[in-house]
């Protein structure tokens, strides 16, 4: 198995920009996260599904972040428009209920 | 590679000594621990987990200690080898299908 694989590694980009993070989950896995790393905050939790359906997006900090599932293999977390403070390590992660997660290796956004 | 943390306290251990890095959880009704290493450059990566029901666990020269009466977790490295060094953090979820809530993280620094 490949793992959770994110694309892309890094992102460059000027504010204003729309910023769209791709994340392919491990297959059979129910469960998928969307984590943001930051040296101020450390790991916080922006979204996460279960069967491909939102349960809880109380931690996306604005109305311009979105994430979608269209489908268990594939999600996306938008940005838009994107702003300086959204630099971080955006990391996505699966799992299956009470096992611990996998991460995949993150995508690091920088807006200038 | 991706910045983890510039202020995170750290850890300091002789190659070969035993490494005890410690966690106070939030939460009294957590019962699903996990202890995650993360290598600069890479996402977290699970090591070990621990159940409520347990107050000890043990995983190839890792040791997981649960005290639930002060809520205290910690990780015991024996032998720490320089590929220990990373940051680990400790998270926790209740009922274990609840997100993780990871802790702030400790730098481990393995001297050779």
């Known amino acids: 198995d490949a793992g959770v694989i994110q694309s892309p590694r890094h992102e460059v980009t000027e504010m204003g920009q729309e910023v769209t993070l791709r994340c392919k989950p491990i297959?059979?896995?129910?469960?998928l996260f969307w984590y943001r790393q930051t040296m101020m905050r450390g790991l916080e939790l922006l979204i996460y599904?279960?069967?491909?359906?939102?349960?809880?997006d109380s931690g996306m900090p604005e109305d311009r972040f979105s994430a979608k599932m269209p489908n268990a293999s594939f999600s996306t977390l938008k940005i838009q428009p994107s702003e300086p403070r959204d630099s971080a390590v955006y990391f996505c992660?699966?799992?299956?209920?009470?096992?611990?997660?996998?991460f995949g290796s993150g995508t690091r956004l920088t807006v200038v | 590679g991706e910045s983890v943390g510039l202020h995170l306290p750290t850890l300091s251990v002789q190659e070969g000594d035993n490494s005890i890095i410690n966690c106070a959880y939030s939460?009294?009704?957590?019962?699903?621990f996990i202890w995650y290493k993360q290598e600069s450059g890479k996402g977290p990566q699970f090591i070990i987990d621990?159940?409520?029901?347990?107050d000890k666990r043990q995983g190839q020269r890792v040791t997981v200690l649960l005290n639930k009466t002060v809520k205290h977790l910690s990780l015991q490295i024996a032998a720490t080898q320089p590929g220990d060094s990373a940051v680990y953090f400790c998270?926790?979820?209740?009922?274990?299908?609840?997100?993780?809530?990871f802790g702030k993280g400790t730098r481990l620094s393995v001297i050779a």
């Open positions: 998270a926790e979820s209740y009922s274990g299908n609840t997100p993780l809530v």
């Open positions: 621990i159940r409520s029901n347990m």
């Open positions: 992660a699966s799992s299956f209920p009470r096992y611990g997660y996998t």
């Open positions: 939460n009294s009704a957590s019962d699903y």
């Open positions: 297959s059979g896995h129910d469960y």
């Open positions: 599904f279960n069967n491909n359906v939102p349960i809880d």
